[in-house]
Protein backbone atom coordinates (compact mmCIF):
# COMPACT_ATOMS: atom_id res chain seq x y z
CA UNK A 1 0.00 0.00 0.00
CA UNK A 2 1.41 2.85 -0.89
CA UNK A 3 1.91 5.70 2.13
CA UNK A 4 3.63 9.09 3.38
CA UNK A 5 5.36 7.54 6.23
CA UNK A 6 8.83 7.93 4.78
CA UNK A 7 7.78 11.96 4.16
CA UNK A 8 6.55 12.07 7.51
CA UNK A 9 9.43 10.67 9.48
CA UNK A 10 11.88 12.87 7.63
CA UNK A 11 9.51 15.85 8.83
CA UNK A 12 10.18 14.98 12.53
CA UNK A 13 14.36 14.13 11.92
CA UNK A 14 13.80 10.61 12.65
CA UNK A 15 15.44 7.36 11.64
CA UNK A 16 14.05 4.20 10.78
CA UNK A 17 15.49 2.93 13.98
CA UNK A 18 13.49 5.92 15.83
CA UNK A 19 10.52 5.40 14.47
CA UNK A 20 11.05 1.58 15.31
CA UNK A 21 11.41 2.23 18.51
CA UNK A 22 8.42 4.74 19.32
CA UNK A 23 6.37 1.99 17.18
CA UNK A 24 7.39 -0.76 19.72
CA UNK A 25 8.46 -2.80 16.43
CA UNK A 26 11.47 -3.47 14.28
CA UNK A 27 13.33 -1.55 11.63
CA UNK A 28 12.85 -3.84 9.27
CA UNK A 29 8.78 -3.44 9.99
CA UNK A 30 9.13 0.33 9.33
CA UNK A 31 11.17 -0.33 6.49
CA UNK A 32 8.69 -2.87 4.96
CA UNK A 33 5.51 -0.69 5.62
CA UNK A 34 7.30 2.59 4.11
CA UNK A 35 8.47 0.49 0.78
CA UNK A 36 5.19 -0.70 0.42
CA UNK A 37 5.86 -4.26 0.64
CA UNK A 38 3.90 -4.66 3.79
CA UNK A 39 0.71 -3.54 4.79
CA UNK A 40 0.07 -3.02 8.63
CA UNK A 41 -2.78 -4.49 10.94
CA UNK A 42 -5.49 -1.78 11.66
CA UNK A 43 -3.91 -1.65 15.29
CA UNK A 44 -0.83 -1.05 14.20
CA UNK A 45 -2.15 1.74 11.54
CA UNK A 46 -3.38 3.47 14.35
CA UNK A 47 -0.38 3.56 16.42
CA UNK A 48 1.08 5.04 13.41
CA UNK A 49 -1.59 7.56 12.82
CA UNK A 50 -1.66 8.82 16.68
CA UNK A 51 2.12 8.94 16.54
CA UNK A 52 2.09 11.41 13.90
CA UNK A 53 -1.31 13.07 15.31
CA UNK A 54 -3.37 12.42 11.86
CA UNK A 55 -5.81 9.78 10.55
CA UNK A 56 -4.68 6.62 8.78
CA UNK A 57 -5.82 7.66 5.53
CA UNK A 58 -3.72 11.01 5.99
CA UNK A 59 -1.03 8.48 6.14
CA UNK A 60 -1.83 5.51 4.01
CA UNK A 61 -3.29 5.87 0.35
CA UNK A 62 -6.40 4.04 -0.36
CA UNK A 63 -5.55 1.00 -3.09
CA UNK A 64 -9.29 1.82 -4.70
CA UNK A 65 -7.94 5.48 -4.94
CA UNK A 66 -4.19 4.65 -6.43
CA UNK B 1 16.39 -16.36 12.74
CA UNK B 2 14.86 -12.98 11.43
CA UNK B 3 16.06 -10.37 13.75
CA UNK B 4 17.22 -10.05 17.44
CA UNK B 5 13.63 -9.27 19.05
CA UNK B 6 13.44 -10.78 22.63
CA UNK B 7 11.31 -13.38 21.04
CA UNK B 8 13.75 -14.26 18.86
CA UNK B 9 16.86 -14.69 21.28
CA UNK B 10 14.36 -16.85 23.10
CA UNK B 11 13.65 -18.75 20.07
CA UNK B 12 17.11 -19.07 19.43
CA UNK B 13 18.24 -20.28 22.99
CA UNK B 14 15.04 -23.01 23.45
CA UNK B 15 16.82 -23.84 20.04
CA UNK B 16 20.49 -24.05 21.09
CA UNK B 17 19.02 -26.27 24.66
CA UNK B 18 17.25 -28.60 22.34
CA UNK B 19 19.84 -29.32 19.61
CA UNK B 20 22.47 -30.32 22.26
CA UNK B 21 19.41 -32.48 23.88
CA UNK B 22 18.65 -34.18 20.72
CA UNK B 23 22.58 -35.03 20.39
CA UNK B 24 22.84 -36.57 23.48
CA UNK B 25 19.64 -38.65 23.48
CA UNK B 26 20.68 -39.70 19.98
CA UNK B 27 23.80 -41.07 20.53
CA UNK B 28 22.56 -42.24 23.79
CA UNK B 29 19.81 -44.40 21.94
CA UNK B 30 22.32 -45.39 19.16
CA UNK B 31 24.57 -47.29 21.63
CA UNK B 32 21.96 -48.82 23.71
CA UNK B 33 19.59 -49.70 20.89
CA UNK B 34 23.01 -50.81 18.72
CA UNK B 35 24.26 -53.12 21.18
CA UNK B 36 20.61 -54.41 22.63
CA UNK B 37 21.50 -52.99 25.99
CA UNK B 38 17.95 -52.16 26.04
CA UNK B 39 14.49 -54.31 25.38
CA UNK B 40 10.82 -54.53 25.53
CA UNK B 41 9.21 -51.05 26.91
CA UNK B 42 12.20 -49.15 28.09
CA UNK B 43 13.60 -49.84 24.41
CA UNK B 44 10.73 -48.31 22.87
CA UNK B 45 11.60 -45.14 25.38
CA UNK B 46 14.65 -44.81 24.72
CA UNK B 47 13.93 -45.25 20.64
CA UNK B 48 11.55 -42.19 20.73
CA UNK B 49 13.49 -40.00 23.46
CA UNK B 50 16.09 -38.83 20.74
CA UNK B 51 12.25 -37.32 19.18
CA UNK B 52 10.52 -35.54 21.52
CA UNK B 53 13.33 -33.09 21.11
CA UNK B 54 12.65 -32.53 17.17
CA UNK B 55 9.05 -31.90 18.24
CA UNK B 56 10.47 -29.38 20.62
CA UNK B 57 11.77 -27.98 17.33
CA UNK B 58 8.11 -27.45 16.48
CA UNK B 59 7.05 -26.42 19.72
CA UNK B 60 9.76 -23.63 19.57
CA UNK B 61 8.48 -22.07 16.59
CA UNK B 62 5.30 -22.11 17.68
CA UNK B 63 5.78 -20.69 20.82
CA UNK B 64 7.90 -17.73 18.63
CA UNK B 65 4.84 -17.10 17.07
CA UNK B 66 3.30 -16.31 19.79
CA UNK B 67 5.96 -14.04 21.71
CA UNK B 68 6.81 -12.37 19.10
CA UNK B 69 4.94 -8.93 19.05
CA UNK B 70 6.12 -7.47 15.81
CA UNK B 71 3.65 -8.71 13.44
CA UNK B 72 5.91 -8.32 10.56
CA UNK B 73 8.20 -10.54 11.30
CA UNK B 74 5.80 -12.75 12.31
CA UNK B 75 4.77 -12.83 8.70
CA UNK B 76 8.07 -13.32 7.65
CA UNK B 77 8.34 -16.85 10.18
CA UNK B 78 4.96 -17.69 8.71
CA UNK B 79 5.99 -17.18 5.42
CA UNK B 80 8.88 -19.25 5.69
CA UNK B 81 7.03 -22.01 7.90
CA UNK B 82 4.49 -22.81 4.45
CA UNK B 83 7.54 -23.33 2.20
CA UNK B 84 8.55 -25.72 4.62
CA UNK B 85 5.49 -27.56 4.64
CA UNK B 86 4.75 -26.84 1.07
CA UNK B 87 8.24 -28.71 0.37
CA UNK B 88 8.23 -31.62 3.20
CA UNK B 89 4.50 -32.36 1.85
CA UNK B 90 5.27 -32.61 -1.93
CA UNK B 91 8.33 -34.71 -1.23
CA UNK B 92 6.41 -37.06 0.91
CA UNK B 93 3.64 -36.95 -2.11
CA UNK B 94 6.04 -38.00 -4.53
CA UNK B 95 7.94 -39.96 -3.17
CA UNK B 96 5.18 -41.72 -1.42
CA UNK B 97 3.86 -42.55 -4.88
CA UNK B 98 6.76 -43.92 -5.98
CA UNK B 99 7.66 -45.98 -2.95
CA UNK B 100 3.94 -47.55 -3.48
CA UNK B 101 4.87 -48.69 -7.01
CA UNK B 102 7.94 -49.74 -5.92
CA UNK B 103 10.22 -47.38 -7.71
CA UNK B 104 12.37 -46.06 -5.06
CA UNK B 105 13.66 -47.79 -1.79
CA UNK B 106 11.51 -46.91 1.92
CA UNK B 107 12.87 -44.09 2.97
CA UNK B 108 11.94 -43.57 7.52
CA UNK B 109 9.27 -40.94 8.12
CA UNK B 110 11.77 -39.31 10.04
CA UNK B 111 13.40 -37.94 6.56
CA UNK B 112 10.11 -35.52 6.45
CA UNK B 113 10.49 -33.30 9.31
CA UNK B 114 14.41 -32.70 8.28
CA UNK B 115 13.43 -32.26 4.83
CA UNK B 116 10.98 -29.93 6.46
CA UNK B 117 13.65 -28.26 8.57
CA UNK B 118 15.40 -27.67 4.79
CA UNK B 119 12.36 -25.90 3.99
CA UNK B 120 12.73 -23.16 6.57
CA UNK B 121 16.19 -22.70 4.64
CA UNK B 122 14.38 -22.57 1.56
CA UNK B 123 11.97 -20.17 2.97
CA UNK B 124 14.50 -18.11 4.25
CA UNK B 125 15.74 -17.49 0.83
CA UNK B 126 12.25 -16.74 -0.49
CA UNK B 127 11.80 -14.05 2.14
CA UNK B 128 14.95 -12.65 1.65
CA UNK B 129 14.36 -12.45 -2.23
CA UNK B 130 10.40 -11.33 -1.57
CA UNK B 131 11.90 -8.83 0.88
CA UNK B 132 14.48 -7.04 -0.91
CA UNK B 133 14.06 -3.27 -1.36
CA UNK B 134 13.93 -2.07 -4.70
CA UNK B 135 16.11 -0.77 -6.45
Known amino acids: MNNHLRTLRAEHGWSQQDLAERLDVSRQSVNAIETGRYDPSLPLAFKIA ?3 GCAIEDIFVSPSRG | MLCSSSAARRYQRRVIILAVVYTALLFS ?6 RHLVTGV ?11 PVVGFFGAIGMYLT ?21 AMTGATLWGF ?3 FDLLPHLVGYAWPILWFGGLGLGACVNHVLERNPA
Not at chain 2, 29 to 34: D, E
Not at chain 2, 42 to 52: E, F, K, T, W
Not at chain 2, 72 to 84: E, I, N
Open chain 2, 98 to 100: LEG
Open chain 2, 42 to 52: VAYIVGILPAL
Open chain 2, 29 to 34: AVYLLN
Open chain 1, 50 to 52: ELF
Open chain 2, 67 to 87: EERDEYLRMLLVRQSLVATGL
